[in-house]
């Protein structure tokens, strides 16, 4: 204790000392005076009112000079030059920074001037032994919720992705099932809605009107199919005008077509009467053509 008392006091007195034989044009300085472990702070040497300064080389224990730069501010007679050193250090304690000189001309004449010291201190980001307390063992934290939640949400999350994945696959699928499957004959269809017309039994309910409008649309609806002409869009007179010259007819086919077509206009527009025999017939006759003029093997 009496040792480090001593050396207290020699610190001091070295720091007057050097203080008494520094110059006023000559001082320094810390960015920083308490700095942390590892921490780099600015050391700085300034020099007013001289020119060609020789600064010192800066070396303490356990401190570290990063790097070094000169800084001139002023102008002409009202210079001023510092010297920084960027430092840092890992061990803990107070450091003086001190005990150099300065080289430099003034008025035409060199001089030597002492550095004030300056002191840092280093801290270190631990406790202090003395005051570190280790925590007691608690006991397990209470689930709030949260952990639950985000299982959920998650669990959803892979719901959802497993739901897309299955709707991709169904859907590439049924492309696959669409793109393998050989279209349709265009006399299948028309069978298929004959056929649902005569289980619908409109003659029989007395809806002949109806009847035969539909009659003669499985009719229209096969010639587009079958020969690839716009029958549906137009009229009984422009369609067999433009079924005239079709080379794909028959000349008979033809003529049971015009008789077909001209006897449902009949009913649908002239509210024309027709008798059992003459709705049993237009059947067959529509049934007749798609039969003649269907695509073979």
Request: charge should be neutral; glycine fraction near 6%; proline fraction near 3%.
């Amino acid at each position: 204790m009496a040792l480090k008392t001593v050396l207290t006091i020699l610190l001091i007195l070295l720091m007057a000392s050097a203080a008494a034989a520094a110059d006023d044009n000559v001082t320094a300085s810390a960015f920083k005076n308490t700095v942390a472990i590892g921490e780099r702070f600015v050391y700085s040497i300034t020099v007013k009112d001289g020119k060609d300064m020789e600064f010192p080389t800066v070396d303490v224990d356990n401190l570290t000079v990063v790097k070094s730069s000169l800084v001139t501010r002023g102008f002409l007679f009202d210079k001023q030059y510092t010297m920084q050193y960027v430092m840092r250090g890992f061990i803990p304690g107070e450091y003086t920074i001190g005990g150099y000189k300065v080289k430099y001309k003034a008025a035409g004449a060199a001089k030597e001037a002492g550095v004030p010291p300056v002191v840092v201190v280093v801290q270190s980001t631990l406790f202090d032994n003395d005051t570190l307390e280790i925590a007691g063992i608690h006991g397990p934290v209470e689930d709030t919720g949260a952990r639950i939640f985000y299982w959920y949400i998650v669990g959803a999350l892979l719901i959802a992705a497993v739901a897309a994945l299955v709707y991709y696959l169904f859907k590439k699928r049924k492309e696959k099932q669409a793109l393998s499957s050989p279209p349709r004959c265009a006399h299948e269809i028309a069978y298929e809605a004959l056929q649902r017309l005569k289980e619908k039994n409109l003659d029989k309910a007395g809806l002949i009107k109806e009847y035969f409008s539909e009659l003669s649309s499985i009719v229209r609806y096969y010639i587009e199919d079958r020969f690839k002409l716009k029958a549906p869009d137009m009229t009984t007179e422009e369609f067999l005008f433009m079924v005239r010259d079709a080379k794909e007819l028959s000349e008979a086919h033809k003529d049971l077509l015009r008789d077909f077509l001209n006897r449902s206009d009949m009913v649908k527009f002239a509210k024309y009467g027709p008798s059992f025999e003459e709705i049993r017939g237009s059947f067959i006759s529509a049934g007749k053509f798609v039969d003649e003029t269907r695509e073979l093997p």
